[in-house]
């Protein structure tokens, strides 16, 4: 019988294999974390405030990984995961927890964490969640991976692995994505386009299979990720792609055959089909190539829209956009009224910034194509900035960008858009020396039934 973990303070790890826990907060990746004196342990699966059993595996110093054996005492927000590939599939963490009980968490995980970095009470604001947490994500993905007879079948990793779950749905993806997905992954089978293999891919043809659905338009944009742009079947592959009920309305290869993780390469090839695909968000349209960055799911971007519109305020002063994509704060900032100066490093992102602009008939904003480091200071003598609105990718924004905003920038306001609790909690506390304080953080859930959390958070000078 597993003894209760509070009879074995101490920091070793504990000498029994199966331990019982009570689980008291959900750490960043989403395992249940429970203590046995001082050693954590952390268990995915599990919920605060559960009693477990759990069997620990891989053993640290201070921490060690465990596996749920069962559940004693179960939380009254456990739910039935609706995905039949949950547990197996790394895409979910969280569908055993009710939804309302996720936006809890996430709002807690929120607190402590800033809370911790800032050593102060933080001002967070609940949590803000989709009214149906399924079908949200427009932009779907899939790695292709080799079937019982070498075929190419679509799937998801597990968690902490390379390992392919093969899938057969995905309720978290839009039905239309699924569909085209699907159909895409049908077509490689028919056209015998084998998966890759190796790392980097040294056999093979496919590596991922993305989809891209508007809301706004209905149209689809399939997006093959391959390691060599030439193979048989090619252009048949793409013509049955785009063809008849179902098709998609633009089909591209994208060339990928270094080594690890990143699922796109630098090269994208248009099939046929439309180039871009047109979305629509708080009455601004805009236009989406293939490898530019767009927010996953339009749902949330129209809540994270809405709370940076609030945060950035009502003023007409000039703003400052950093780390811009292809507007989605620039362009309903602008029409709003106020001057924009948007900053974007990827070239078609600022192609499709600018003709979005245009498409809207919109004046005052203009897209600058350069890395952030290297404009700011540029930026600062041209005038003043109001608000300065950061919006960088998960490794956050460096001390040097963060020191030019606050020094030479000088904004009144900074509203910081965060995808990773990590590394915005490290640059507000920079921004904290540098005479910036945190006046709200809102959570802002842009991808239910994961432990990734998207914060806007609002500094004054
Ligand atoms: C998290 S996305 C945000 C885009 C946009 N705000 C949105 O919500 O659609 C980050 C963007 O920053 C760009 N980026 C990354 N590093 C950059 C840098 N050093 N300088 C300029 N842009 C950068 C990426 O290309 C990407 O479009």
Redesign the pocket.
Known sequence: MPRRSDQRPGRSPPSDRVVRLRIEELALDGDGMGRIGTYLVFVPGTIPGEEVEAEIGRRGESHGRAKLVRVLSPSPHRVVPRCRHFGDCGGCSLQHIEYAEQLRLKEAMVRSHLGHALRAEVPVRPALGLDDPFGFRNKVHFNVGRGAEGEAVLGHLAARSRRLVPVAECPVHADAGNRVAFRLGGLLRRFHVAPAEGDPPTRGVARHVLARVSEASGETQVVLVVCRDRFPGRDALAEAMLSGPGGATGVHLNLNDREGSLVLGRETIHLGGKDRLVEEIGGVQFLVSPV????TGIRG?RL?LGEVLSAVGEGGGPVL??????????LPLAKTGRPVVA????PL?VRDGIHGVKRNGLKGVRFVR??????VRRLAGEGEFEVA?L????EGA?EK?LRLVAGAIRPRRIVY?S?DLRSLARDLKLLATLGFRLRSAVPVDMFPHTSHVETVATLTR
């Open positions: 530019s960055f767009f927010q971007a994270l956009d950093l780390y811009a994509g292809v507007g989605l704060f620039a900053v974007e490093e990827n992102s350069a890395r952030v480091e290297d404009q609105v919006d960088p990718p998960r460096s960008v858009v995808c």
